[in-house]
């Protein structure tokens, strides 16, 4: 499959805000006051785990998103190069 131009860079670009929000809101979560990650003893709280458990598949899905356009926009890269022999 042939991606365009256009959708790779978006592809790509998905992957790194993907990274840049979740990581934000980790170290937000790692960093709450509020008592709704952490109770009174410290302890991580259900809020903390489901929260944390959608931080690391959306690291993981924005990553394989993000490697999907990398891949697109290199190959696109190979095909100009390619073509211009």
Same mark, same amino acid.
Request: net charge positive; aromatic share 16%; hydrophobic share 55%.
């Given at each position: 499959?042939?991606?365009s131009?256009?959708?790779?860079?978006?592809?790509?670009? $998905?992957? @790194?805000?993907?990274?840049?929000?979740?990581?934000? !809101?980790?170290?937000?979560?790692?960093?709450?006051?509020? &008592? =709704?990650?952490?109770?009174?003893?410290?302890d991580?709280?259900?809020? $903390?785990? @489901?929260?944390?458990?959608?931080?690391?598949?959306? !690291?993981?899905?924005?990553?394989?998103?993000?490697?999907? &356009? =990398?891949?697109?926009?290199?190959?696109?890269?190979?095909?100009?190069?390619?073509?211009?022999?």
């Amino acid at each position: 499959m042939k991606l365009s131009r256009p959708l790779s860079w978006f592809l790509l670009a $998905f992957g @790194v805000w993907s990274w840049v929000i979740w990581i934000t !809101f980790v170290k937000n979560l790692w960093k709450d006051g509020s &008592g =709704l990650a952490f109770d009174d003893a410290g302890d991580p709280t259900a809020y $903390f785990w @489901v929260h944390l458990t959608l931080a690391v598949v959306s !690291f993981a899905l924005g990553t394989a998103i993000g490697v999907i &356009g =990398l891949r697109g926009v290199r190959a696109l890269r190979r095909a100009e190069t390619g073509s211009a022999t």
